[in-house]
């Protein structure tokens, strides 16, 4: 159980161009998803906190304008980069929370890395 | 401000041998903490986590890790590394806010297995 699939998983763009990626939960529903970026040999960086139904919580520093996230249902939140440029070429990870008993846990997805031109 | 510690960058541990991965945190209430490994171009696999109750958690893998609050330190550990075991390993504080709970990660540690 638990599984967040993430589309597409590499994507090559030109710059100035618009990407959207998706995040899913297949199997349970998630009220709340996140989306982190990486860089090369670097850690996980929160983006942004996505809520079902209500406007994204962006964390300080980026765009929202730019990083636009959308979770329309409770298995479906996607991120779109607009105007892409090549400084967000990236490897862009969602989560999906788990709520059971009292507890927290994130699930993840496989990643979508994004080359721009 | 909450942060997470990975002392270690890099790790080479030959196979078969145990491995203890070490992790320190910062946060001002009981935290949730979590491990969590991932392979090269892959997403993060959940390891173990811990919430509250027996501060030695079991997780896949053969992987345990234990909590002490005295130390303020969540280390991984397994008897015996296996080859496959070769993969980054990211430490996590899970902390509450409006929205939900986020994760801090430490900057992770790379595991590499000799033969």
């Known amino acids: 159980g638990a599984v967040v699939s993430q589309h597409p998983s590499r994507v090559i763009c030109k710059s100035g161009t618009s990407v959207k990626i998706e995040c899913r939960s297949l199997?349970?529903?998630?009220?709340?998803m996140f989306w982190y970026r990486q860089f090369p040999k670097q850690s996980l960086m929160l983006m942004a906190t996505?809520?079902?139904?209500?406007?994204?919580?962006?964390e300080q520093g980026v765009e929202k304008d730019k990083f636009l996230i959308n979770h329309a249902s409770l298995t479906l939140s996607t991120l779109t980069v607009t105007s892409a440029h090549p400084e967000d070429s990236s490897f862009y990870i969602c989560?999906?929370?788990?709520?059971?008993?009292?507890?927290?846990?994130?699930?993840f997805g496989p990643g979508t890395r994004l080359t721009v031109l | 401000a909450q942060s997470v510690t990975q002392p270690d960058i890099h790790i080479t541990v030959s196979e078969g041998a145990s491995l203890e991965l070490r992790c320190n945190y910062s946060y001002g209430a009981t935290p949730y903490l979590f491990w969590y490994v991932q392979s090269p171009g892959q997403g993060l696999q959940l390891l173990l986590k811990y919430f509250s109750g027996d501060t030695l958690v079991q997780g896949i893998k053969g992987f345990e890790a234990e909590f002490k609050r005295s130390q303020s330190s969540f280390n991984l550990r397994k008897p015996s590394v296996h080859w496959s075991d070769a993969a980054e390993y990211f430490c996590a504080v899970g902390l509450a806010n409006q929205a939900g709970t986020a994760l801090i990660f430490g900057k992770g540690t790379t595991l590499s297995v000799s033969s």
């Open positions: 989560s999906a929370r788990v709520l059971a008993g009292g507890e927290n846990t994130q699930y």
């Open positions: 996505s809520n079902e139904g209500s406007k994204a919580t962006y």
């Open positions: 199997d349970f529903q998630a009220t709340t």
